[in-house]
C-alpha cells in the first residue's frame, strides 16, 4: 500500500515511493519508532549531491554466490540501515525517516551474465571498468533499502573475481562502511580473529604547568582566530569566491548529474610510509602532496619537468573529516551500541584545502606546504562549523548553505586492514572505494590495504578523458618526492660521517 509518500514538488526532486504494507504510520515493521536522517545524509539527497558509493573489491578466487548470499543475511541484512527504506513523513514537512522493512535479497544482490570468451585480462578490466561506468547512470529505488552488490566472476589483472557494493551514501559515511567491513571479514592468518587497524595516536601535552597553561591559552585564541577567518572564507565560496575556472573544475555543479568513470593505481604503503617518516609528517600530508606534485609532467625532452597550468589560480579541494569523538575504526557491534564513541552514520565535517600551483624545485617543498596547511586546518574549528551548517540549514531552510561548496575536487582517506583478509572465507586481492553523483569532475579516494595503498580516482569523462595520465602523474610524484627524501638522507648522513672524520 501507499504511505507517506514524497511527492514530486519536494526539495529532494524525489518521485513518490511504496513500501510494504506490513509498515504502520509511525512505527516500523519491528515496533520501534522512525528514526529521521540526519541532516549530513540528507544533504546526500539533493539533486545536486545525490551521492552513492562504489566500493569495488578484488579478490583471489572466485565466488559463490549462493554462499555470499547466506552470508549477507547474517552479516549485512541484521544492520537497521541495511533493512530500511526512507519515507517521507508529510505530517513534519517532509522530513526523511527509516522505516525497517523485509528485504528481498534477490533485489540486491545482482549477478551478471559474462561473456565467457572474454578470455584476456585487458578485455576483462575494460568490461568491469565499463559496467561500472553503467552504473553511474543508475540510481535504486527509494522503494527498497538503497544499496546493492554486483558479483563478476571474471579474472582480471590483479584478481580472479570482483564484488561491487553500491551504498547510497545517506546510509553512512567511510568509517562506518569500513567498520562493516571489520565484521563480514577475518584475518587470512588467523581465520577466528578480526583484521587490526592502525591505531590513532595522541601527541603528549607538556608537562610544564606554566609553559602548559600559555600552550593551551595561545591554541585557543588560535582557534577562535582561525575558526572566524574559514567560517568567512565557507560562506563566501558559496556565494562569489569561486575556484578558478580550470581543465579540472566543471562549469556548473550538473555534473553530479553526468556518468562518472573510476579508475584507480596502486602504491606501496611502505614508500609512502618512509616519506612520512623522513618528513615527521602523516600518510595524509604524504598523499595530499603526491595530489599537489601530480600536476607536474615532463617535456617531451624528458629532462625537465614543466607546469601544465596557470600560475596565481585558485584550485581548492573540500576535504572530508571523520568528527567522532574517537575517530578510529572499530568493529559494526561498538558502532552500534547506544552512547558509543564511535558511532554509525555520516559523523561527518568538511575542510576547504588549498592547493598551491606552482613549480617546485625541491619536490619536499610540496610535503611541507601541504603540513603547513592542514596543521592549520587542525587548529580550526571549520569541520565542525560545517556540520554545524548543515544541522540547521538543512533541516529549517533551503538556502545555499545547505550545499557543499563548488570546489575543483573531493578528497578523502581513510585506513583499511593493516592484515590480510577474507570476506566470507574469499581472499581479498585489493579494497577500492569511491563515488558517483558528487559536484565535482574529480574525486580522490585513498584507502591502504595490508602492505599497499589504493588511490582511487572517480572522474566525469567529459572533463578528465584520460584519467590514466592522472594517474601517471600521481605516480611520477611520489617517485620524484621519495628520490628527494633518500637524495636528503645521503646528505646528512655524508655530512655525519665528514663530522665524525674532522674531529676523529
Known sequence: MDIIGLRSGSHFGLKQIKVTGEMEEGRSVSGEEEEPLSPMACMFHEPDSNVYIITIVGFKNPIEPNSFKANLVHTLLKHPRFSSVQVADENNGGELKWVQTEVELEKHVIVPKVDEEMASQGAADKFIEEYIANMSKTKISMSIPMWDCHILNLKTSDAESVLVLRVHHSLGDGTSLMSLLISCSRKLSDPLALPTFPAMKKKPMATTTWLCFWIRLWSFFLLIWNTLVDVLVCVTTLYFYKDTLTPLKPPSRSVACTPGRIVRRTFSLDDVKSVKNATNTTVNDVVLAITQAGKAKRNEAGREWED?????????????????SSPGIYALGEMLKKNSKAQWGNKIGYVLFPFTIALKDNPLDYIRDVKAAMDRKKASL???????????????????????????????????????ITIFGNQVAYIAPSLYGQPVALTIHVVSYAKKMNMVLSVDDNIIPDPYQLCDDLEESLKLIKKSVISQQLRIMKGHFQLVRAIS
Request: charged share 20%; net charge positive; aromatic share 14%.
Open 308 to 324: 601544465n597550468l596557470p600560475n596565481n589560480i585558485r584550485v581548492r579541494a573540500t576535504l572530508f573529516i571523520n568528527l567522532r
Open 382 to 420: 571549520e569541520a565542525k562549523f560545517r556540520l554545524l551548517m548543515a544541522t540547521v540549514f538543512v533541516r529549517f531552510y533551503l538556502t545555499r548553505l545547505a550545499k557543499f561548496p563548488s570546489t575543483t575536487m573531493w578528497f578523502s582517506n581513510v585506513a583499511g586492514p593493516q592484515d590480510e
